[in-house]
């Protein structure tokens, strides 16, 4: 599932100084200066990458480095997000017992449903919380509509709804769309 979190307009390379004009120099440090003048600084993750390459077709090499004029203007906007993004996985009946309740570290189990508005404003959160304590705490999610029997064991009524275990037990519950520092503060009790 991918959101849009944001978006971003960039100049036509037509708008841009000619690359072919340009020394491989020049044309990066044009492509550089789109990046200030686009705000591309501003979104964590996103970097403009020099679009002069050299292309190698067999024996025969095209572009600035083999002395030939083919290459493109402007840059490439890429993002690096994927590197530091976090999956958290989905638990199942099946998976339960030995995810959750015989887990060596204290579990954050979020329980959530793709109708769930609220649900959707936490997940971010429950993905940083991942990443921030890796290594101390495992956190999965549970889709109430596909898991519905954990829902009932553990007496789900509203969510999203966030529940700590430590040792195979039920530790902590947090209902609705909290801040971070709520959950926070009841992970910080049981690590």
């Known amino acids: 599932m991918a959101t849009v979190l944001d978006s971003l307009v960039v100049p036509r390379s037509s708008a841009l100084p000619s690359s072919a004009a340009l020394s491989p120099i020049a044309a990066a440090s044009s492509v550089s200066s789109l990046s200030g003048r686009s705000g591309l600084r501003h979104y964590r993750g996103l970097k403009v990458v020099s679009a002069v390459r050299t292309r190698s077709v067999g024996s025969l090499s095209y572009g600035p480095a083999a002395g030939g004029a083919r290459h493109r203007r402007g840059g490439l906007v890429v993002c690096e997000a994927q590197d530091t993004a976090v999956e958290v996985p989905a638990v199942t009946d099946a998976t339960w017992q030995s995810l959750v309740l015989e887990s060596e570290f204290p579990v954050l189990v979020e329980f959530w449903a793709p109708w769930c508005g609220p649900c959707r404003m936490i997940h971010p959160i429950i993905d940083e919380l991942a990443k921030q304590y890796a ?26 709804t966030v529940i700590i275990f430590k040792g195979g037990e039920k530790k902590d519950a947090v209902i609705g769309a909290v801040p971070k520092s709520t959950l926070t503060t009841s992970i910080e009790k049981f690590l």
């Open 135 to 160: 290594g101390k705490l495992k956190c999965y999610k549970v889709n109430t509509d596909e898991g519905a029997a954990i829902a009932t064991q553990y007496g789900i009524r509203s969510i999203p």
